[in-house]
């Protein structure tokens, strides 16, 4: 079967000719013994980029969390978070694993939460007490459909954190298309955190790679628990090309893919049984994230749409039983968003 539209998640995407050139051309050393050029130019450029005094290549967007949380907090911390986060959802339990902390969930529309929620939740100063440490932000919202936080409401959210004694986190993993989406910069919508983590392996289109980036003792701890977790890479030069030629060629062409899913999600709320889940039927596709909600008379759940869409080449994500996730990527083209909507017009027509 020849696969036209890959959409389960923008990390499927593979290194182009001319990224790939960029790696076999890259100067190497040992990174673990501070010595690979090609890491060094990575951190300080991403560093800039995201307004912090230093940064920390990683081999995950799973690793670069993990890692500023333990950096963050010790063992008994609390840490507030949305229920819907990554690091609530999808990291294997790392805080509770890796850095021995309770996460204590909000709840609110798009995975978002506000300063009161911060506030209700931050624990009175008691020996009784886990003692409330990091508030976590995520921006895009990935469960919340790709949304976008309005940057008063985490002026608001870190100011609240940094007056009750906390620090704060940005999961950024796809910060990049918060700020095509918005126009704002980087180190605008990382300013208010005292971290931030961001994937170059989503919509940037390398094949691996995060970083995070703060203060200088704050990165220094990160990279200590990096190489207790396991993540010290050597000629990881190879790799931080590859993350390098992404910053500097593959962020403005994510507003294609913004384009491309608010067609895609348009289209198939169309399609009859279809609709996109309530928050972005409200708001719109707002990046490159799309979720459609799959009516219960139709006779087709959610598994079994993606079953008979990959039939025709088209792989989308069931992520409920009722709900599909699809996402653009630099991998897919107009034809691709065009294939995906007489994939599902066939399916459900
Ligand atoms: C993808 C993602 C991560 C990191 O995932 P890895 O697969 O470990 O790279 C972290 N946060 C969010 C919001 C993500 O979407």
Redesign the pocket.
């Known amino acids: 079967m020849v696969i036209t539209a890959d959409l389960r998640?923008d990390?499927v995407t593979r290194p182009t000719p001319a990224m790939r050139e960029a790696m076999m051309a890259a100067e190497l050393g040992d990174d673990v013994l501070g010595d690979d050029p090609t890491v060094r130019a990575l951190e300080a450029r991403f560093a800039r980029e995201v307004g912090k005094a230093a940064a920390c290549f990683v081999p995950?967007?799973?690793?670069?969390?993990q890692a500023a949380i333990r950096a963050h907090t010790e063992p008994g911390d609390e840490i507030i978070a949305h229920e819907d986060?990554?690091?609530v959802q999808?990291?294997g339990g790392g805080p509770a694993a890796l850095s021995g902390c309770l996460v204590r969930v909000l709840r609110g529309e798009r995975g978002q939460f506000d300063e009161g929620d911060v506030e209700r939740a931050v624990r009175a100063v008691n020996d009784h007490f886990p003692v409330s440490k990091l508030v976590v932000v995520?921006n895009?919202?990935?469960r919340g459909g790709g949304a976008v936080w309005a940057q008063g409401r985490v002026e608001a959210v870190c100011a609240t954190a940094k007056a009750r004694g906390m620090k704060c986190h940005l999961?950024g993993?796809?910060l990049w298309n918060a700020s095509v989406a918005t126009g704002a910069p980087m180190r605008t919508l990382a300013g208010p955190f005292d971290s931030v983590?961001c994937?170059f392996?989503?919509g940037l289109g390398a094949p691996v790679g995060?970083a995070v980036a703060g203060s200088e003792a704050f990165i220094a701890r990160v990279r200590r628990f990096r190489k207790q977790f396991g993540g010290g890479m050597r000629q990881s030069g190879l790799l931080a090309a590859a993350a390098l030629f992404a910053m500097e060629h593959h962020v403005a062409r994510l507003a294609d893919d913004h384009a491309r899913a608010a067609r895609l999600g348009a289209e198939l709320s169309r399609v009859g049984g279809v609709s996109l889940d309530p928050a972005q039927a409200a708001r719109g596709v707002e990046t490159n994230i799309v979720y459609i909600d799959l009516a219960p008379g139709l006779g087709v759940d959610a598994p079994a749409l993606c079953e008979r869409l990959a039939v025709r080449g088209v792989l989308m994500l069931p992520t409920g039983a009722r709900r599909v996730r699809a996402v653009t990527h630099l991998d897919v083209d107009d034809r691709g968003i065009d294939a995906a909507i007489d994939a599902v017009r066939s399916v459900l027509g």
């Open positions: 998640s990390t995950s967007g799973t690793m670069a969390n986060s990554h690091i999808y990291e995520e895009t919202q990935n999961d993993a796809r983590s994937c392996s989503k995060s």
